[in-house]
């Protein structure tokens, strides 16, 4: 919780490559391979938050059966959020969910502000100003959604079909991206896991999951 976006994806990739060839990694443990230039440790998910962040976990495991760890960063000094001198403003970034009833929102939040669309209108379960990801080449190029998926993190991306390069993407709201592209709504109840094509903003979406790979 609390980084660049970006940078925690590259973080919790890397956490995942290094388990699929049999690394294990262990709660209070420090680790200095996740985040270049310091140490990271994890902690222990509590139960009572598994709901909330592991529905897919809860899923495959058929129940609550399982452990889930935290990696928490540390600040410039080597402090972490349960240290004493951890400054304020970085504990609340990354509040751990072992220490704390409220969860953060950051890193998929944007400010609020308003659309030209009424509350009637908005099709998502989601709020508006829930952060999504798309393109340069959609935003300021005005090139058609081609391409929805709804991560199995929850995370919507709308995206173009000619970039996957991290130097062309771009956070915005859920609801601008709505207010952009009203055909979007259509795949409001896509579920988590799955993608949505066209070939052009004419034809109608098709829906699968997506690729293990994706």
């Not at 925690?8 to 420090?30: C, P, S, T, Y």
């Not at 609340?92 to 704390?100: A, D, E, L, R």
Request: with cysteine; hydrophobic share 35%.
């Amino acid at each position: 919780m609390g980084l660049d976006i970006h940078l925690m994806h590259q973080m919790i990739n890397g956490i995942g490559d290094r388990v699929k060839i049999g690394i294990r990694f262990l709660a209070e443990a420090r680790y200095a391979d996740i985040l270049e230039g310091y140490d990271c440790k994890f902690a222990d998910v509590l139960e009572k938050y598994f709901e909330e962040y592991f529905g897919q976990a809860i899923n495959y495991y058929k129940g609550h059966h399982f452990q889930a760890l935290q990696c928490v960063w540390p600040d410039k000094r080597g402090l972490f959020p349960g240290d004493p001198d951890f400054p304020e403003n970085l504990r609340n970034k990354q509040t751990p969910v072992t220490t704390s009833e409220r969860a953060s929102k950051i890193s998929r939040e944007v400010s609020s502000h308003a659309h030209k669309f009424s509350k009637e209108e908005w099709p998502f379960r989601d709020a508006e100003n829930t952060a999504s990801f798309t393109t340069t080449c959609v935003v300021r190029e005005n090139f058609p959604v081609l391409l929805v998926s709804h991560d199995e993190e929850g995370d919507w991306q709308f995206l173009c079909g000619t970039t996957n390069s991290s130097k062309d993407c771009l956070i915005v709201c859920l609801g601008c991206a709505f207010e952009r592209d009203r055909s979007i709504g259509e795949l409001a109840d896509l579920p988590l896991g799955w993608q949505a094509r066209r070939k052009s903003k004419d034809l109608p979406w098709e829906r699968a999951p997506a690729p293990a790979s994706e």
